[in-house]
Each structure stands twice: as structure tokens, then as C-alpha cells.
T-cell receptor, first 116, second 116 residues
Framework: AQKITQTQPGMFVQEKEAVTLDCTYDTSDPSYGLFWYKQPSSGEMIFLIYQGSYDQQNATEGRYSLNFQKARKSANLVISASQLGDSAMYFCAMRPSNTGGFKTIFGAGTRLFVKA | GAGVSQSPSNKVTEKGKDVELRCDPISGHTALYWYRQSLGQGLEFLIYFQGNSAPDKSGLPSDRFSAERTGGSVSTLTIQRTQQEDSAVYLC??????????????FGPGTRLTVL
């Protein structure tokens, strides 16, 4: 079965500190993409970062980096120097290629609270 | 360029009434997706369209739900005889291409549906 697991329903972090949001996935497909989205209180899903299953390097986008450990099937999101505006829900998602490509599978999300 | 737009942003209706939700994808995006997000939950896939191909309706929860996409662009999600359990945020996303695990979905702001 293809599945995304986010085990942290809520996380707190002090402003300016780094935080890691956990994500593990399960798929038998050797080719897949991993995504992280941010959903602030406004409700819109904002794409943050992408990691391909064959990528050798961990993806980085500004303050966001993806700690990709393929053997462990984990794709944790690291946010460096947290800001108050980072408070939001964060969703990990996977898009295997063997499902016909279109079915992106989302985790249940982690709510991040950044404290001043 | 413009992102994915959805209308209305909020819809309150009475149980038993029909509603139509609209999605305008990013220009040039051939794939379009509808998701449902209940309060505090993750995303539930509903339906997707790819170009002029027949849509995949496997995620629709009941035959009260239908969707169409005219001219390969704008899509309308229709819920007939609404029930209180239909209350949720309905999110639309579009992507540039389908048959690739790197394909990134970009989301609209969503329509919050409340069935009284």
C-alpha cells in the first residue's frame, strides 16, 4: 500500500530556531516524487519543496531543506531560522509513478507553532 | 502569471440544495484535480482531469458528486442534494503535465462549503 505518515500532529519551535517535521512514506515504486506543502490559516496550499527518488542531493529552497533518507523511506522537512509566519499546517506528499502518475498521496499534516 | 482561482470563496447552503464550485487552473496546465479537506484533516482526492481524456472519478464519495471540465480549462464541481457531511473546504489544483513523478500541483485558495 502507498502511504504517507506524519507522526507529529503538532510542533512548537522558538522563533529563529530550526525545526524538523517528520515524514515517512511507503511505496513499492522505485520512481516517485516527494513534496512538502504549507497551509497557513488562509487555507491555501503553498508548494515548498520537491525531492525526486533518484536525486542524489537533498533538495533545498531558501530556508527549507528536505532530509531525504531513501533507505529509511523518510523525507523530513527542515526549516531553518523559524519565523512567526511559518506557523501553519505542513503536509508531506508523495507521487509514485506507477499509479498512472496523477494520484498524489498526502499525509495528515503537522501543525507548526512558532513562538516569539 | 495568475495562479489557480476558485469561486466562490465561501458558500453556505441548506441541506438538500445543489451547489456548484468553480476552478480556473493556471493557463497551460493540462491536469486539474479536485480535493476535499474536512476540518483539521488531510486532503481527500476526488477527481482529476488530464487534457481531453475521460476524467478519473474514482475518488468521488457518492453519485451526488460530479465534475466537468469545459474546453480543457475551467472546471465545475457539482454537489447535488447537499448533506451536512459535505461541509468542507474544496481545493482545486492544476499541474503542467501528468506522466512524471516530478509534476508539481499548484493549489487554489479553496471554497469553504457549509451545509446547514
Amino acid at each position: 500500500a502507498q502511504k504517507i505518515t506524519q507522526t507529529q500532529p503538532g510542533m512548537f519551535v522558538q522563533e529563529k530556531e530550526a525545526v524538523t517535521l517528520d515524514c515517512t512514506y511507503d511505496t513499492s515504486d522505485p520512481s516517485y516524487g516527494l513534496f512538502w506543502y504549507k497551509q497557513p490559516s488562509s487555507g491555501e496550499m503553498i508548494f515548498l519543496i520537491y525531492q525526486g527518488s533518484y536525486d542524489q542531493q537533498n533538495a533545498t529552497e531558501g530556508r527549507y531543506s528536505l532530509n531525504f533518507q531513501k533507505a529509511r523511506k523518510s523525507a523530513n522537512l527542515v526549516i531553518s531560522a523559524s519565523q512567526l509566519g511559518d506557523s501553519a499546517m505542513y503536509f508531506c506528499a508523495m507521487r509514485p509513478s506507477n499509479t498512472g502518475g496523477f494520484k498524489t498521496i498526502f499525509g495528515a499534516g503537522t501543525r507548526l507553532f512558532v513562538k516569539a | 502569471g495568475a495562479g489557480v482561482s476558485q469561486s466562490p470563496s465561501n458558500k453556505v447552503t441548506e441541506k438538500g440544495k445543489d451547489v456548484e464550485l468553480r476552478c480556473d487552473p493556471i493557463s497551460g496546465h493540462t491536469a486539474l484535480y479536485w480535493y476535499r479537506q474536512s476540518l483539521g484533516q488531510g486532503l481527500e482526492f476526488l477527481i482529476y482531469f488530464q487534457g481531453n481524456s475521460a476524467p478519473d472519478k474514482s475518488g468521488l464519495p457518492s453519485d451526488r458528486f460530479s465534475a466537468e471540465r469545459t474546453g480543457g480549462s475551467v472546471s465545475t464541481l457539482t454537489i447535488q442534494r447537499t448533506q451536512q457531511e459535505d461541509s468542507a473546504v474544496y481545493l482545486c489544483a492544476s499541474s503542467l503535465r501528468l506522466a512524471d513523478s516530478t509534476d508539481t500541483q499548484y493549489f487554489g485558495p479553496g471554497t469553504r462549503l457549509t451545509v446547514l
